[in-house]
């Protein structure tokens, strides 16, 4: 029984002894079967530091599988909508898959090291519909989440503090590059990822190599007014930035209870991803040329522009003549937009042809009651926060 218990228990990082340190509040989060911090000292000062200086998270939990072998590239091009068949070495894609109804899956981040040796990076485990979909190639997929360290680094003072750590010409990363440095005498890969829409990067490294890696950054990044970031912190600016999140702003439709909770790439507004012209054949591409040529998506993902200053978590949303035409995913009054902001899920037409005349239902609490409040909102474009220095080449160093 006791056995039991702990192999049921939650995991902890390889962070840990740092993280727990740094934790003022005690306040927890579970993902992947880890425990990882939600908030260190005040979600607000975390959030700051990614947009006024250096934010360091534990990104360990998030699952990693590597894919190996001589029809590696092949199996990946087949397995994602995208087409990554000019992928090049050392460079990551952004990239989504479906099922063959096409429905996402799930979304990621595609590493390629060289030619035959790639790594998935995502939210929901993901090693049996791997090997599933991997049936016939000559691969080997394996799991590799808990044999990774992983940290995000970011925020305007990032390069920096990365310079000042040991890798002396990250500047020259170009947005979704990577390299592989050798610093206080253990390897470290850097790529210029993240999930903030700021300058940033992410660290990978052995678990073994951990502490000294944080340690390391943080006398790195003392003058540069790095602090750690929590799971709420994260929230905050993965909204601005307009990012999607799978269990929040869409359901993987491996774990959707009902098949009208499913969603194809063009209903979360990643239709971009979507390479119909790709040449060789990838999961999902017959349902998503239906789609496409019938013109037959019902919903979209937009960025809403709401009156006021109360965020609108979970509210239903109204066209004039208050009828049902969706729901707000995520919601957030954006300290540095100066603005009150969500990600929604409409049906069409709404969020196509028509932008205006749509409204929220808020209900705000205050003293242990709700206020309803009825407020007018726009379509905007869901990329709210995208500053310059994001995708500049060098990067700025301070």
Not at 42 to 51: I, M, P, Q, S, V
Not at 106 to 113: I, L, Y
Request: overall charge neutral.
């Amino acid at each position: 029984m006791i056995e039991d218990l702990r192999e049921a228990a939650l995991k902890l990082t390889p962070f840990h002894s740092r993280t727990s340190l740094a934790c003022r509040t005690n306040t927890w989060y579970r993902w992947a079967g880890y425990t990882v911090v939600a908030e260190y000292s005040t979600t607000e000062l975390e959030y700051t530091a990614t947009r006024n200086g250096t934010s360091v998270m534990d990104l360990t939990p998030m699952y990693k599988y590597d894919i190996k072998g001589h029809r590696a590239k092949d199996f990946i091009n087949y397995f994602v909508t995208r087409d990554l068949s000019e992928m090049k070495d050392n460079t990551v894609a952004y990239v989504i898959w479906c099922n063959e109804d096409g429905k996402v899956v799930d979304d990621g981040t595609v590493f390629c090291m060289n030619q035959n040796e790639f790594k998935i990076c995502c939210a929901v485990k993901m090693l049996t519909w791997l090997k599933d979909s991997a049936e016939g190639f000559d691969i080997d997929i394996k799991e590799v989440t808990d044999e990774t360290a992983a940290l995000s680094v970011q925020g305007p003072t990032s390069c920096s503090t990365l310079k000042n750590y040991g890798a002396s010409d990250v500047e020259k990363l170009k947005p979704f590059e990577m390299k592989n440095y050798n610093i206080d005498g253990y390897s470290v890969l850097i790529s210029r990822t993240g999930f903030t829409g700021d300058l940033g990067y992410e660290l990978w490294t052995d678990p073994k190599n951990a502490e000294a890696m944080w340690d390391s950054l943080m006398e790195a990044g003392k003058h540069l007014k790095i602090r750690p970031m929590g799971m709420y912190g994260l929230e905050m600016v993965r909204i601005e930035a307009g990012f999607i999140q799978t269990g929040t702003d869409f359901v993987s439709s491996e774990h959707a209870l009902r098949p009208v909770r499913m969603r194809s790439p063009y209903e979360i507004g990643m239709g971009w991803l979507v390479h119909l012209k790709k040449k060789d054949y990838f999961v999902g591409k017959r349902a998503l040329t239906k789609e496409k040529e019938t013109n037959s998506t019902e919903r979209v993902l937009v960025g809403l522009d709401i009156d006021g200053d109360k965020p609108a978590h979970g509210s239903v949303i109204y066209n004039k003549k208050k009828e049902d035409i969706g729901i707000v995913t995520a919601a957030l009054w954006s300290p540095t937009l100066k603005r009150n902001i969500a990600i929604a899920s409409l049906q069409r037409p709404y969020g196509v042809k028509i932008k205006d005349d749509i409204f929220v239902e808020i209900y705000h609490p205050e003293e242990l009651e709700y206020r309803k409040i009825w407020a007018s909102c726009k379509v905007v474009k869901r990329q709210f926060y995208s500053p310059e220095r994001r995708n500049a080449v060098p990067a700025e160093v301070y």
